[in-house]
Protein backbone atom coordinates (compact mmCIF):
# COMPACT_ATOMS: atom_id res chain seq x y z
CA UNK A 1 0.00 0.00 0.00
CA UNK A 2 0.97 3.37 -1.04
CA UNK A 3 1.41 6.32 1.77
CA UNK A 4 -1.17 8.71 1.55
CA UNK A 5 1.30 11.15 2.06
CA UNK A 6 4.65 12.08 1.22
CA UNK A 7 6.95 11.00 4.53
CA UNK A 8 9.02 14.81 4.06
CA UNK A 9 6.67 17.65 2.65
CA UNK A 10 3.46 16.35 3.48
CA UNK A 11 1.70 16.33 0.05
CA UNK A 12 -0.70 14.07 -1.07
CA UNK A 13 0.33 11.32 -3.29
CA UNK A 14 -1.65 8.53 -2.87
CA UNK A 15 -4.00 9.69 -5.28
CA UNK A 16 -1.14 9.81 -7.71
CA UNK A 17 -0.32 5.89 -7.81
CA UNK A 18 -2.55 4.00 -9.83
CA UNK A 19 -2.31 6.24 -12.61
CA UNK A 20 1.66 6.33 -12.53
CA UNK A 21 1.16 2.09 -12.29
CA UNK A 22 -1.00 2.32 -15.22
CA UNK A 23 0.84 4.57 -17.18
CA UNK A 24 4.71 3.31 -16.49
CA UNK A 25 3.27 -0.24 -17.23
CA UNK A 26 2.10 1.04 -20.62
CA UNK A 27 5.77 1.87 -20.95
CA UNK A 28 5.65 5.87 -20.58
CA UNK A 29 8.64 7.30 -19.32
CA UNK A 30 7.94 7.61 -15.77
CA UNK A 31 9.39 11.04 -15.50
CA UNK A 32 7.45 12.33 -18.06
CA UNK A 33 4.11 10.45 -16.01
CA UNK A 34 5.15 12.37 -12.90
CA UNK A 35 5.73 15.77 -14.67
CA UNK A 36 1.92 15.33 -15.61
CA UNK A 37 0.77 14.16 -12.46
CA UNK A 38 2.43 17.57 -10.76
CA UNK A 39 4.37 16.30 -8.71
CA UNK A 40 7.86 18.06 -8.99
CA UNK A 41 9.34 18.25 -5.55
CA UNK A 42 11.92 14.96 -5.79
CA UNK A 43 10.80 13.82 -2.01
CA UNK A 44 7.81 13.18 -3.87
CA UNK A 45 9.05 11.85 -6.47
CA UNK A 46 10.55 9.03 -4.82
CA UNK A 47 7.75 8.11 -2.94
CA UNK A 48 6.17 7.02 -6.05
CA UNK A 49 9.17 5.50 -8.08
CA UNK A 50 10.91 3.50 -4.99
CA UNK A 51 7.22 2.23 -4.05
CA UNK A 52 7.27 -1.81 -3.93
CA UNK A 53 3.86 -3.58 -3.62
CA UNK A 54 5.03 -5.49 -0.49
CA UNK A 55 1.53 -6.82 0.33
CA UNK A 56 1.19 -9.05 -2.78
CA UNK A 57 4.88 -10.47 -1.53
CA UNK A 58 3.96 -11.27 1.79
CA UNK A 59 0.13 -12.86 1.16
CA UNK A 60 0.65 -16.27 0.32
CA UNK A 61 2.46 -16.53 4.23
CA UNK A 62 -0.60 -15.56 5.95
Same mark, same amino acid.
Request: glycine residues 4%; hydrophobic residues 35%.
Given at each position: ?8 ? +???? %? %? %? ?13 ? !? !?? #? *? *?? +? &? ?7 ? #? &? %???? &?? *??? !????
Amino acid at each position: MIPVRCFTC +GKVI %S %S %SWEEFKRRTEKGEEP !A !AV #L *D *DL +G &LTRYCCRRM #L &L %SHVE &LV *DKF !APYQ
